[in-house]
């Protein structure tokens, strides 16, 4: 068969990742009295303890904080410090406004795992009774920050400030290489059509990042370039719509080659005896078709179910499928996080995500990993010079990578890669690619 050229993104850190023995996808572990043994990893720590195998967080943050100090010994990068680059979250509330409370405790979460990268976290907080042009004025300082490498507003926002001003249109205004909560709607809509783009949103690319381990190791299936499993051939329903995470996550997994079912959403389904059983049957003749569940309905405003509160029950699940549930709705005592899946139906899926430790620490980890790249972005015109500087280094990863996939030769691969190689290094091509480019080499790097 003839060599098919690949002109998509590749490189990145999942090619290192998931070669990685130490970095245990699957484990067993304890979880409200039950003991789990098909978990999917996606941080073994708990309070701050390593208690369980590294997950997917232990792996890349303390990684990515070993690749910018090594940043002194490559020319091209020397002069990047990464505690010099800050990642920003802007909270706007009262202090004694419980929405505001439970914001800044993820938000300390988020700037404890920054710090552990080696980039500094910074904060901004504003009373409710800011406004929205006193925002917009904030914010045109920090988008021409070049300290500052991502930036994100922590919503809902509280008080006043949450019922006046319109977040959709400030998150508009947040400068698109800074995006890296995938907020704008610029960042929404390159997602939507696979162009090219600086970020994707945290949630969905987390979760794609731990099934694609799943599929690669246990699976058998093939490692695109770009570090994300081919998901062709396996069907996989979204369950929600947000625009920040099951949309994106949708349109994702098409350009990813899945069989999409869906996104379903609370109005899926019209007509039969009454609304309730025509989205039941409709949920459930999808959800036992699927390979693999994506779950992010959250708190569902309808009792589907007359004995249960959660969504999927194990007469809607096919045997053997993963699930990905990355919903935390407080829906029982209002403390602590609940998915989408009871509990009782894990016993029929091969692996699983549970509340905890799973696709939590993925969303933070990939936003801080944005804010690593971010950092690169700021300094582009030396990312592309350490590329060029590095060439055929470059050009090798590439050939590697390009013959794995097609199944070929390297010899049938060098022309493409010698492309894709240019192309990182062109001061007119998008900067993800230098910097996919710089990710995929680093480790080789580091070993001379």
């Known amino acids: 068969m003839a060599y098919r050229e690949y002109n998509d993104r590749i490189g990145g850190i999942n090619h290192w990742l998931f070669a990685q023995e130490e970095f245990k996808h699957i484990i067993t572990r304890p979880f409200r ?38 940043f002194s010994e490559i020319p091209a990068l020397k002069k990047i410090k990464a505690d010099e680059h800050k990642v920003l979250t802007v909270l706007v509330g009262d202090k004694d406004d419980p929405k505001v409370a439970a914001s800044r405790s993820y938000v300390g979460m988020k700037s404890a795992t920054t710090k552990l990268a080696g980039l500094s976290s910074m904060v901004e907080e504003f009373p409710s009774t800011i406004t929205a042009s006193g925002l917009y004025e904030k914010l045109d300082n920090w988008n021409n920050d070049s300290s500052i490498s991502i930036l994100m507003f922590q919503l809902p926002f509280g008080g006043r400030a949450g019922e006046t001003i319109n977040t959709t249109t400030l998150c508009n205004r947040i400068n698109i290489a800074k995006d890296g909560d995938g907020l704008n709607q610029v960042t929404l809509g390159l997602m939507s059509l696979g162009a090219e783009r600086y970020y994707d949103c945290c949630t969905p690319s987390g979760m794609v990042d731990l099934s694609s381990v799943y599929l690669y190791r246990e699976k058998g299936a093939k490692l695109r370039p770009d570090g994300i499993a081919g998901f062709a051939g396996f069907e996989v329903l979204v369950s929600g719509r947000s625009a920040i995470v099951g949309e994106p996550l949708f349109n994702l997994l098409k350009r990813f080659d899945a069989t999409t079912l869906g996104p379903l959403h609370t109005r899926t389904g019209s007509g039969g005896k009454t609304d309730r059983e025509t989205r039941l049957r409709v949920y459930t003749e999808l959800s036992r078709r699927a390979d693999i569940i994506f779950s992010c309905m959250g708190f569902h405003p309808y009792k589907i179910h007359a004995d249960t509160e959660y969504f999927f029950t194990s007469g809607m699940l096919r045997e053997g499928c993963l699930i990905i549930d990355a919903s935390t709705s407080f829906r029982k005592d209002g403390r602590k996080p609940y998915g989408d899946v009871e509990p009782a139906a894990r016993s029929k899926a091969a692996a699983y995500t549970l509340e905890t430790g799973g696709v939590g620490p993925a969303t933070v980890t990939k936003l801080v990993h944005q804010g690593w ?76």
């Open 33 to 70: 009295g039950e003991e789990y043994s098909r978990v999917i990893n996606g941080s073994g720590v708990v309070r701050g303890e390593q208690k369980y195998p590294k997950g997917y967080q232990e792996m890349i943050v303390p990684e990515l904080k070993r690749r910018a100090d090594f």
């Open 373 to 448: 790249r971010g950092m690169l972005y700021q300094n582009i015109e030396a990312v592309r010079k350490a590329v060029e500087d590095n060439k055929s280094v470059v050009k090798s990863t590439f050939t590697r990578l390009l013959a794995s996939y097609a199944e070929s030769g390297e010899p049938d691969a060098e022309d493409n890669a010698e492309k894709l190689c240019n192309r990182a290094i062109h001061p007119d091509s998008h900067p993800v690619h230098a910097v996919d480019a710089i990710e995929a080499v680093l480790p080789e790097l580091m070993k001379s």
